[in-house]
């Protein structure tokens, strides 16, 4: 029978699968990070299960792959539920499931939610899922320039077709597009 930690990566890793494949991104375009405490008398347990959105540079650089790597969701262990930590921009705009309990409101030094859900919740997936969408969505590339030398495909087909997504994301004539701006019609 499987562990929980054994279903939980299995899930996510359909999840990330998904999202990559829905949006046409980079398979490791989503990661899990394990954070271990490195001192005092939890030192080597883990304190935190991070799920990060990887930026790949552009142009693609071998010895420094990734370019930025964001934390979507941050998930602390419990022996009796899934407990997310969610910071309060993100958690007020992405819908809370009913099932789901919040156990801790945001304070002015902690701009985060703490939340609850049991192991068997569905909902707590789709929670999972439904945020890396909206982060993905809501996105600050580690750039930011007018365009590239693409814009004139990009004008043509009404959007961009930068191939590194993430980084594209920095792309102002992008935004000017979805818009509906298209500046080679308006000349």
Not at 10 to 19: G, L, P, V
Not at 44 to 61: A, H, M, Q, R, V
Not at 102 to 126: G, L, M, R
Request: hydrophobic share 30%; with cysteine.
């Amino acid at each position: 029978m499987d562990t929980q930690s054994q279903v939980f990566k299995k899930e996510i890793s359909n999840i990330f699968s998904q999202i990559t494949h829905e949006l046409d991104y980079p398979e490791d375009t989503f990661s899990l990070k394990y954070n271990y405490s490195k001192r005092g008398e939890n030192i080597g347990k883990l304190t935190s299960t991070e799920i990060d959105i990887n930026e790949f540079s552009y142009p693609y650089d071998e010895h420094n792959k990734i370019a930025k790597s964001s934390s979507a969701l941050l998930i602390k262990p419990d022996k009796h539920v899934w407990k997310l930590i969610v910071l309060k921009q993100r958690f007020c705009k992405i819908e809370f499931p009913t099932s789901a309990k919040i156990v801790k409101e945001p304070t002015t030094t902690a701009p985060y939610y703490h939340v609850c859900f049991e192991f068997n919740d569905s909902a707590f997936y789709q929670y999972i899922k439904n945020t890396l969408i909206f982060c993905i969505n809501h996105y600050d590339s580690s750039a930011s320039f007018g365009c590239c030398s693409k814009y004139k495909e990009c004008s043509s087909t009404m959007k961009c077709i930068h191939t590194n997504k993430l980084y594209a994301k920095g792309c102002k004539y992008r935004v000017n597009l979805e818009r509906g701006y298209n500046f080679l019609l308006e000349e």
